[in-house]
């Protein structure tokens, strides 16, 4: 196994977890919140995959599946496009309303663009530098690591989100 095939191993975790997660849930279970200031799993589902959807883009020299393929449109958030969740209010979080289809669809088309931006990594394009603002400054590497860590932390806020709700 190279380094492509560990990473596409390490990101495919992230659709397939989700799709547990969303099997037979409804919009109440998908907008259930354990309080008022907590995230949804709808929101957390749309920011891991705005997430990698951004940072991927960036790193690959793409747009986004976000706007490209139209999925800014088909979920007619109250925000800005270029917004991925991070920072955002709870109003902001109970915004979020979509339905397990949508939110599958758009990790699914944000996957694709993954898989085909890591299958075409060698291990000396993981050294090149993607982020300046940092001491030290960011590699390729440790940026597509970060991402599938923030996702997979994301997958088990969900997880545990999904047993409150199922235990309420």
Do not use: K
């Amino acid at each position: 196994m190279n380094t492509a095939e560990l990473l596409i191993e390490a990101y495919s975790r992230v659709p397939d977890g989700v799709d547990r997660i969303l099997d037979g849930l409804d919009e109440a279970g998908l907008t259930a919140r354990p309080d008022a200031q907590a995230n949804s799993i709808a929101w957390l589902v749309w920011h891991l995959s705005r997430g990698q959807d951004a940072q991927i883009a960036d790193a690959a020299g793409t747009e986004e599946a976000w706007t490209a393929d139209g999925w800014a449109e088909r979920f007619a958030l109250p925000f800005d496009a270029t917004a991925t969740g991070y920072g955002q209010s709870a109003e902001e979080v109970g915004a979020v309303r979509a339905s397990a289809a949508e939110l599958r669809g758009y990790l699914g088309a944000v996957h694709r663009r993954t898989v085909e931006f890591l299958s075409t990594l060698a291990e000396e394009d993981l050294d090149r530098i993607v982020d300046e603002r940092w001491d030290p400054p960011v590699s390729l590497g440790v940026r597509l690591v970060s991402i599938v860590a923030d996702d997979l932390q994301h997958l088990g806020q969900a997880a545990y989100v999904r047993g409150l709700y199922e235990r309420s």
